[in-house]
């Protein structure tokens, strides 16, 4: 190593990943791998080596997040590792928040093109931290630990590791926050910092990260629990070249990723019919009243449309072409925030198997438009909550690759999307009593990774148990919530009727839940969801979308003398229209349409009511088996009157045995008149168009609806065409004129 190189036979790690992206680039394999001879050679030996590494990093998050980790990190395993080649590129994962695997990629491949190797060094026993999503990340609260791992002077590769973290600074207490506009409102930012060397994280970089977050505790915790992490995998991976052989080692990681890049194509010609797949989603920004910044005082919609193109070789193209402006809102996304958010889903349904690597990755094609929410292009922006616009959208890709799973024949593997993760409660507050007087909490529930999931064409989609970005997802026990969330204790949790989409197979379900404050005084309190427009792109062939969500608070309540006087409090608000709230409680009662909050301010015995969202449903409803309606009535999935007007199923309650039974007779007689309802309701499609066109032409559409369109007119020529030909408009329609 006389030059210093720290790369394979005296290159720099600059010269392997120039030599790594040209190969792909004039082969479309990796490395231009022609044959997976290792593979060939001795399959038993390939496997093993691979189910080996892939325990070690399974093994390392388990230990991990129990040595040191936060509540939110140690309950729903908020974190996840990989194993990276030299180059940056994914070979092996673990379970857990996959969504920051290839994120990580980004930022070792950041490193390297920004000369890490000579300035500040990379060196065995180096720890290196990020958080900037200009550098892979989906969001600053997403806080990377990466490590060198060198055998015999050589970088043999990249152990890196991912928390979610409870607070990450920012202005306002919270993990995904919803009023920031700029760069400088997302908290604390790390861009590929070295943070350490020796194996030791060093106690200046400690001393100044803790005082840059609202949670030191658990910042540190989180710190160890990565680096103790990485630590594990690279003596695994030690280990494992010590047995196997460092010629086996280094040929072994670029096969496998080869290898995960053809499987992924296997499986996109097994699965998906070669076409052109396409879905429209949709998300309502309402900034307008709550926003405290002159700059984001604007209420917008975003245009989310997803167009995937799949390939006869097995390739995918996808685009968000015709996709809306960036906004000054939190919903801006970066690169690895789109890839992250695009691998995880793809490893969900198509490529859950084998070999879960960056040859996913490889094998797609994408197109984010600059300018668009998806591609900014200006890094003062806030990316904080980028999940804003990427959850939704991404219900499109599931939409897609669901015509095309339906088309071969795997009706099982239907999914035509997911309800949104949004923050149902957020903020944070200082005890003002009780043996905590004084100490700050933060309020960064993650229950909100329990929501209902999209029907697939045979069964009904899981109740309150999925999310887009973490396929192990899991809605926590509220004591553990409860743990660091201090101030705000649960009174209810509770299933919320009538959430899940109709259809002969219903989405799933979800559930709500009622909390107070307590022992703290003057909390900042916000959240986010959708509320304005359905979320994602709906059910599939007659399923309906699900609920939207809406949001509750009540100030200045009487709830004290409740408890005192030991009377009924609301445990939910099961009919909005003849609300338990306003029953029971004295008070401010606020409710919202829809589901953003910007943060306010709440006290003591305030109370606040948040449902969580259903998924999509598939079919038509009126197909739904009877008996499984009369379980939905009896499981309180849905009411009577929803039954009754959607489903076409009559039921009565039994005062005595406490259920539902089913009236057959009225329920065909009631099935009849919504197919004949239905058919008098029917107008020929030249009606419906011109009825459709008649609001453009006329200014029938909001000023949010115009602007969106107006965008995604003047943002893609392509987009524009399809748009103006589909309504028969000039081609300088809505143009922008300078
Ligand atoms: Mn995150």
Redo the contacts with the bound molecule.
């Keep these: 190593m006389s030059n210093n190189k720290i790369g394979w036979n005296d290159k720099s790690l600059k010269e392997m990943l120039d030599e790594s992206e040209s190969l792909f680039k004039d082969t479309g394999r990796y490395f231009g791998i022609e044959k997976l001879s290792l593979k060939e050679e001795d399959p038993f030996r390939y496997e093993r080596a691979y189910a080996s590494l892939r325990g070690a990093l399974v093994s390392a998050r388990e230990t991990a997040l129990h040595v040191a980790a936060s509540p939110i990190v140690k309950e729903i395993g908020e974190l996840c590792f990989g194993l990276y080649t030299p180059e940056g590129d994914s070979l092996v994962v673990s379970t857990g928040i996959l969504v920051h695997i290839h994120t990580m990629s980004e930022a070792m491949k950041f490193m390297i093109k920004n000369n890490y190797e000579e300035d500040p060094t990379i060196n065995h026993g180096d720890i290196f931290l990020n958080n900037d999503p200009e550098c892979g990340n989906?969001?600053t609260?997403?806080v990377q630990t990466i490590i060198p791992i060198f055998w015999e002077g050589e970088l043999i590769g990249w152990a890196g590791g991912v928390t979610?973290q409870i607070d990450i600074g920012g202005i306002s207490p919270g993990?995904?926050l919803v009023s920031c506009v700029q760069r400088f409102d997302d908290g604390v930012y790390y861009t590929c910092l070295k943070i350490g060397s020796n194996d030791k994280i060093w106690n200046d970089h400690m001393q100044t990260a803790k005082r840059s977050v609202r949670t030191p505790m658990y910042w540190e915790l989180d710190e160890k629990c990565r680096l103790s992490g990485d630590l594990m995998i690279r003596d695994a991976v030690l280990d494992f070249i010590e047995r196997e052989g460092v010629d086996y080692y280094k040929k072994f990681v670029r096969e496998a990723i080869e290898e995960g890049r053809q499987i992924m194509q296997l499986r996109v010609k097994e699965r998906l019919i070669p076409g052109r797949y396409r879905a429209a989603s949709f998300m309502d920004l309402p900034f307008k009243d709550e926003a405290w910044q002159p700059i984001a005082k604007v209420n917008r919609i975003s245009n989310q449309p997803l167009e995937i193109i799949v390939r006869e070789d097995g390739s995918i193209y996808l685009s968000f072409d015709g996709a809306s402006k960036w906004g000054h809102n939190v919903a801006n996304c970066m690169k690895g925030a789109m890839e992250g958010g695009q691998w995880v889903l793809l490893t969900q349904i198509l490529i859950y198997r084998d070999k879960v690597n960056d040859g996913a990755y490889l094998a797609v094609e994408t197109n984010y438009p600059p300018g668009t929410w998806c591609n900014p292009g200006d890094p003062y922006l806030s990316y904080q909550a980028p999940w804003g616009n990427l959850i939704p959208a991404y219900t499109g890709m599931m939409k897609c690759i669901s015509y095309g799973l339906f088309s071969r024949g795997f009706r099982e593997e239907v999914v035509p999307g997911y309800s949104f993760t949004g923050d149902a409660i957020q903020g944070g507050g200082i005890y003002s009593a009780g043996p905590l007087k004084g100490e700050r909490w933060s309020l960064s529930t993650f229950e909100i990774s329990g929501q209902g999931l999209g029907a697939s064409a045979v069964r009904d989609g899981l109740n309150h148990g999925y999310a887009m970005w973490n396929p192990e997802a899991d809605l926590g026990d509220v004591e553990t919530w409860d743990l660091f969330q201090g101030g705000v204790v649960y009174l209810a949790r509770r299933i919320k009727p009538n959430t899940p989409g109709h259809g002969k197979f219903r989405g799933g379900a979800n559930y709500a839940g009622v909390a107070f404050i307590a022992n703290s005084k003057q909390i900042d309190f916000f959240g986010a969801r959708e509320g304005m427009v359905f979320h994602g792109c709906g059910g599939m062939h007659g399923g309906y979308p699900q609920a939207t969500g809406y949001r509750l608070y009540a100030k200045n309540t009487n709830l004290k003398d409740i408890f005192q006087q030991q009377k009924p409090y609301p445990i939910s608000d099961d009919d909005p229209s003849d609300g338990d709230f306003e029953k029971l409680i004295e008070g401010e009662i606020t409710r919202k349409h829809n589901a953003l909050i910007y943060p306010i301010m709440l006290d003591n015995y305030d109370l606040i009511y948040f449902p969580m969202g259903g998924g999509p449903g598939y079919g038509d409803p009126l197909e739904r088996d009877p008996e499984s309606v009369n379980q939905d009535l009896n499981d309180g999935y849905y009411t009577e009157d929803i039954v009754s007007n959607v489903y076409g199923v009559v039921a009565q309650f039994d005062d005595e045995k406490e259920e539902w039974n089913i009236d057959q007779e009225a329920t065909k007689k009631r099935r009849d008149d919504i197919l004949n309802e239905r058919k008098q309701k029917s107008v020929p499609f030249e009606e419906f168009w011109n009825r459709e066109r008649k609001k453009i032409t006329d200014d029938g559409l909001s000023e949010q609806v115009k602007t969106m369109y107006f965008e995604s007119l003047n943002l893609s020529e392509n987009w524009a065409k399809e748009f103006r030909e589909f309504w028969d408009f000039p081609d300088d329609f809505l143009k922008e004129v300078d």
């Design positions: 989906v969001h609260t997403d979610h993990h995904t």
